[in-house]
């Protein structure tokens, strides 16, 4: 009888109450304002990124994992408090000076007079942030505080989980000297946040694992490029206004019929031959587009979830999506490709924000190309063209320094994460930490559209445009120096091939 009480004590002594954590809001102000990220963090821990997101969403860790969570959390709590308390026995520089207007911390905020749709929820709010219509308080958006992060059993048994996520305002800054779970106050100026040079860092190491075989390091480096894309991505969305929200809910049109099939979504690819040309013998000069997916990075992404209109609502410039349209009939197929790429279907057809905009540019008063495409209907979120835009300068500042130096082994390690980043977006095996199907159609099509606009150019430039291909494959007959700088930056282009083309018996001589 003895032995059993005995059992029984040892059992309640191993029990343990479960270490309290600070609300989620402040979890993930304490790594940002470490300039940590994500990927670092879980490291540290353990577990996968994705797991991370989840307990600063709001869910809770559990076991010995949640011990740890909590020591993190609160040697971050005591660095930052050291910080503040070494700031504020610091004497201003210019004792002379104003104290900061508080007013400045809501400068990129107004008032409403008639309450909007919130970007991020649909429901009414007060306020107008950065242009669009939000609530300050993550408390009162519907959307964000019913999202819920995937959990890493959902990722691994279907890379779209059931439940819909919106995107979130970036949460308000600790004021100074708050600790976990005491009130959080919004400042005028976020912190710097530039990333450390991860990709310098990757790719020393990897020369170094292979004692400077640069063959072996570059195989080794774009072998790990999707990781390391999300690992940059992660570490350039510090400090920034929205979340980027992994997993979000998308509708039918934007997921798979079958597991080999395709979505719904026309991406305007073009693949266009010109079908005569002019009268003579021709040299043609096939130009390459440089880093033309990296350059499609700056386009105009839905921030949150995407939300359905019907009913020839018309464009919204602020949002941003996919579109069911009748496109206009084209009449320049002679000289210049059909901006929808080629397609033989008729009839109405989804298509992405970048084609859409396309079509409009062209049926305005400058072009006046085509007729508008008339839209049908539409899912579509607030939209920024920044969202992506420090993760495409780092990308691109990499890349021009390696080209500055001659260092092959960083060109093609910056060259596959982009590539690899906008191709794995989708519902792939090799990148569950992001499932943005519209992104990737989004990027693609801006990528299709910024080629399109490059013959355009040359067109109206003199020109004669011979064949345009893909994203980055633009043929032309004459002086293109004048149109196109040469070289190997995202501004230039540089030469694929040249040929001769046509025949001096086109005009009427013997054969």
Known sequence: MTGDFEAIDSLLASVTPEAELPAPDVRR?????????????????????????????????????????????????????????TDEAEPPADTESEAPDESAADEDVVALADSEPCVLCGHPAAQRVAGFAQHLDAAECRGAATATAPTPEVMESAPQPPEPSASRPARQRPRSGAGPGRALARRAFQPASEPVDLIGQAVQSALAAHSGDVEAATAALVKKAIPDAMALLDATRIGGRYDVIAHPWMPDILKKQTSRGADQIWEARPKWTRAELPPGEHQVTALDINGAYLSALKTHLPIGQLEHSAGGVGHDRRRAGVHLITPPHWDHEDVLPNPLGQRDEPGPLW???????????????????????????????????????????????????????????????????????????????????????????????????NLWMKALKAHDGGLTVVRAMGTDELHVIGDWRRIFGEGRGVTEVKVKDVYTAGSTNQAGGED
């Open 29 to 85: 102000d304490l790594r940002e304002q470490a300039r940590l990220s994500k990927v670092q963090a879980a490291r540290a821990l353990g577990v996968s990124p994705s797991t991370l997101t989840a307990w600063e969403a709001g869910r809770e860790p559990t076991g010995q994992v949640r011990a740890k969570y909590r020591y993190l959390l609160d040697g971050l709590a005591a660095k930052r408090a050291a910080t503040d308390e």
């Open 351 to 449: 298509v992405t924000e970048p084609t859409l905009r396309l079509l409009l540019r062209l049926s305005g008063p400058k072009y006046g190309l085509c007729e508008p495409p008339e839209i049908h209907e539409s899912y579509t979120s607030g939209a920024t063209e920044g969202l992506l835009e420090k993760f495409r300068i780092a990308l691109k500042d990499a890349r021009d320094r390696a080209i500055a130096e001659r260092d092959e082994v960083t060109l093609e390690y910056v060259k596959a994460m982009y590539s690899k980043f906008v191709s794995t977006m989708g519902a792939s095996n090799y990148n569950r930490e992001l499932y943005r199907p519209d992104w990737m159609h989004l990027i693609r099509s801006q990528a299709f559209a």
